[in-house]
């Protein structure tokens, strides 16, 4: 592939998420959930996703890295995506301590199982990059994050031959009653990416609450909802068969598409 083609590639995808931010403006959008009730956001999302995974997967791999920018590039704010705050009782008692007291759960389909604390998973090789945050809300930030390698982390516990993909179980619950906990997940191909991060600071501060301390998911090539905050436990697995509707992620199981590139 030449570079004129990569190019013309970029700016196709570029283009495509244009206009879905200049629709969401126009519609007066009011959060992710309120256009997941809807019945034509999902069917609309679906079919223009499709059309992008199927650019990218052609135009760029999926080892393409997403664009860096410098530090006079930094959006004055990063605002908060998603919830703010998670309504748990775990969580909150974890933040009143500084998350001294965190451990990130590592299981499933892998040969080694552990428990990482906040220093352990600190003292893994590391990645600092400042990239864009693209909203399907259409909004987006800039901002300097600083995490573990996730490529690191897989190493540590050893995935077996049967792990397709990592679900990350999240804090926040996104109903009332502590139902449907966020999560969310990825292939191996963006779990090894080298831009793929559990992130522990943002703009060279630790990561705040509103962020999704003490880790979030940095998985740059995607869409926003698919980096997901406030993670628990990583789970490695064949298929999704037994974990929410099957479908890989929270808004997913509300309609949204699972591969969310840009």
């Given at each position: 592939?030449?570079?004129?083609?990569?190019?013309?590639?970029?700016?196709?995808?570029?283009?495509?998420?244009?206009?879905?931010?200049?629709?969401?403006?126009?519609?007066?959008?009011?959060?992710?959930?309120?256009?997941?009730?809807?019945?034509w956001f999902p069917r609309i999302l679906d079919s223009a996703e499709r059309l992008n995974e199927r650019v990218a997967k052609l135009v760029t791999g999926r080892?393409?890295?997403?664009?860096?920018?410098?530090?006079?590039?930094?959006?004055?704010?990063?605002?908060?995506?998603?919830?703010?705050?998670?309504?748990?009782?775990?969580?909150?008692?974890?933040?009143?301590?500084?998350?001294?007291?965190?451990?990130?759960?590592?299981?499933?389909?892998?040969?080694?199982?552990?428990?990482?604390?906040?220093?352990?998973?600190?003292?893994?090789?590391?990645?600092?990059q400042i990239t864009r945050h693209d909203c399907v809300e259409g909004w987006s930030a800039i901002g300097k994050w600083q995490g573990a390698r996730l490529s690191?982390?897989?190493?540590?516990?050893?995935?077996?031959?049967?792990?397709?993909?990592?679900?990350?179980?999240?804090?926040?619950?996104?109903?009332?009653?502590?139902?449907?906990?966020?999560?969310?997940?990825?292939?191996?191909?963006?779990?090894?990416?080298?831009?793929?991060?559990?992130?522990?600071?943002?703009?060279?501060?630790?990561?705040?609450?509103?962020?999704?301390?003490?880790?979030?998911?940095?998985?740059?090539?995607?869409?926003?909802?698919?980096?997901?905050?406030?993670?628990?436990?990583?789970?490695?697995?064949?298929?999704?068969?037994?974990?929410?509707?099957?479908?890989?992620?929270?808004?997913?199981?509300?309609?949204?598409?699972?591969?969310?590139?840009?």
């Amino acid at each position: 592939m030449s570079d004129r083609d990569e190019r013309n590639g970029m700016r196709s995808r570029r283009r495509f998420l244009a206009r879905t931010g200049a629709l969401l403006g126009a519609i007066g959008v009011a959060g992710c959930d309120r256009l997941s009730q809807t019945e034509w956001f999902p069917r609309i999302l679906d079919s223009a996703e499709r059309l992008n995974e199927r650019v990218a997967k052609l135009v760029t791999g999926r080892k393409a890295m997403a664009q860096e920018y410098g530090p006079a590039d930094l959006s004055p704010t990063f605002r908060s995506n998603g919830t703010a705050e998670p309504d748990n009782a775990e969580y909150a008692a974890l933040a009143r301590n500084g998350f001294a007291d965190y451990a990130l759960d590592v299981g499933g389909l892998v040969t080694s199982p552990r428990r990482f604390t906040l220093a352990e998973l600190r003292a893994l090789p590391s990645r600092t990059q400042i990239t864009r945050h693209d909203c399907v809300e259409g909004w987006s930030a800039i901002g300097k994050w600083q995490g573990a390698r996730l490529s690191a982390l897989l190493r540590a516990v050893q995935p077996t031959p049967a792990a397709r993909y990592v679900v990350f179980h999240c804090a926040d619950p996104m109903e009332e009653g502590g139902e449907s906990p966020y999560y969310e997940s990825i292939d191996m191909d963006d779990a090894y990416h080298e831009q793929t991060l559990l992130a522990y600071a943002l703009n060279d501060r630790p990561l705040p609450i509103a962020n999704g301390a003490p880790i979030r998911l940095r998985v740059e090539r995607q869409l926003g909802y698919k980096h997901a905050k406030y993670v628990m436990r990583v789970e490695l697995v064949e298929s999704f068969a037994h974990i929410g509707q099957g479908r890989g992620g929270y808004w997913e199981d509300q309609g949204y598409q699972w591969y969310a590139g840009i």
